[in-house]
């Protein structure tokens, strides 16, 4: 890849900062536009990156010129409107987790992206990231024989705000679309789908999952156990259990960490990784190398593994009897 990738980012807060902080360290990538409903914090945003263009509302990013791909980092409830927008306007996404609420919206997309032929791709960091990678390396050498079970939690305690996006029901909140949905992204990753889904949940006072945890089946004995909660501090690790030994994710799993192999009767053998980004280039290095390929989806992260764990949280969420507003309409 020799030519300057432009991206553009809607939604300009927290994880936005991180993408853009990334992509000021991948090579032959920039921050070229970045759209707002405030184009003050547009402006402050752009000043900040070094971006061309600020924007003022989320529809002007679709006249921005010489845009590569735009990156969608509004809240959960806005991923699927602004995605169907880019996609409409012929300009390749990469699409914040989780990909929409739900899978009718999940499918919706996928068919507008085959419809006007555009590249489509969930921003599921933890996919490209070198601890993950290797995993599925180890796994797929034999490195701990068969695989039996996943176990894996995410967890922190969120101060209480009713109206902030972990809270708010209009704002798809909860623990399992936000951190739930890693160690249900591992499960179906290592495992595939399940046969049997079993949950439970504490429902808070504004109506969203605050703690949730999830059992998975497989009809030839697998199984995995999940945990996801915005009410306590937990170890966020994650295992791999297989017949000769495990995969350990060491602790805040989900984003660069280490990672050990753990036999039966040796002592672990420790992985470190040298990474110098937060780890959102990853996943800009992968839409990247596709738009480069003239793909118009990953395979390592293909638009059937997004609809698949959709319908995971979907399925999930029909165990706790979480509906969000905008579903009853």
Known sequence: MTKTFNWGIIGPGRIAHKFAQDIGHTEHARLHA???????????????????????????????????????????????EHTLMCLRAGLPVLCEKPFALNANQVREMIATAREHDTFLMEALWTRFLPTTLKALELIGNGAIGQVLAVKADFGFRAPFDPQGRLYNPQLGGGSLLDIG???????????????????????????????????????????????????????????????EGAIHLHTRWHEPTSMSLVSNEGRPLDFHFDWKTNGYSYEAQEVM??????????????????????ALLDAIRAEIGLVYPEESE
């Open 289 to 310: 190398r596709c738009l480069s390929s003239g793909l118009k989806e990953s395979p390592a992260m293909p638009l059937r593994f997004s609809l698949s764990l959709i």
């Open 34 to 80: 970045v759209a707002s409903r405030s184009e003050d914090r547009a402006r402050s945003f752009a000043g900040q990156y070094g971006a061309s263009y600020a924007f003022g509302s989320y529809e002007e990013i679709l006249g921005c010129p010489d845009l590569d791909a735009v990156y969608i980092a509004s809240p959960h409830t806005g991923h699927y």
């Open 181 to 243: 949905i890693y160690p249900v992204f591992l499960a179906l990753l290592v495992l595939g789908y399940p046969d049997t889904i079993k949950a439970l949940a504490h429902i808070g006072t504004t109506g969203v999952d605050e703690e949730c945890g999830m059992l998975f089946r497989y009809s030839d004995g697998r199984m995995a156990h999940l945990h996801s909660t915005i009410r306590a501090r937990t170890k966020t690790e994650a295992f791999i259990y297989g017949e």
